[in-house]
């Protein structure tokens, strides 16, 4: 079982995102945070293995943020989702520690899937590496299949429609897509993200 907490100050986002979880058989909810204080004090208690986190609370742009830096060095071991309506906190928020960060309008299949492979897949110990390795630049581990198959369209110079119309999406949906693969791979364009692709070997040249 995947152990998830919810963190998130509206109780009708909250209510939403446990109902998409739970019907989920490998996914548990463990606990729930309604403050910056709470969500600490309960990812502390719980230990969640992932933490589904909002990043405005009442209005406090900060809050997330604060709740990322508190937890990024004392539960290590607890892999961070930050989840909101706001682009411009989605790099503060990777910046800050979050493992990765999506949209508020993301598909629920496509939230459900980026838990699983973050799960899946554990962030890099930097004591483990050798002696003078450098820390890896990219986040190839995050991307899930459905990502993939974006990025191959991407580097064939696709639009968000014209992706939507091959994989039989909503456009909104493409976009999305798009939008978190720029940030995993770290990169600010599509021609940039169809080079991080070839270059790691995700997609063919």
Known sequence: MIRV???????IAREGMRRILEREGDLEIVCEGTTKLDTIEQALAHKPDILLLDLMWFDDKE???DVIARLVNELPGTQIVAITVYPHLME????????????????????VDEIRAIHRVPPSDPDTRAPGQAAPTD??????ER??????LVARGLTDREIAQQLNIASSTAKNHVSN?????????????????????????
């Open 5 to 11: 907490m919810v963190a998130d100050d509206s109780d």
């Open 63 to 65: 809050a997330g943020m």
């Open 92 to 111: 503060r928020a990777r910046s800050a520690g979050a493992r990765t960060a999506v949209s508020k309008n993301i598909p629920k299949q496509q939230l």
């Open 139 to 144: 986040r190839v581990e995050e991307l899930t």
């Open 147 to 152: 990502e993939l198959e974006v990025l191959v």
């Open 181 to 205: 693969i720029l940030g995993k791979l770290g990169v600010s364009n599509r021609t940039a993200a169809a080079a991080a692709g070839i270059r790691q070997e995700l997609i063919d040249a």
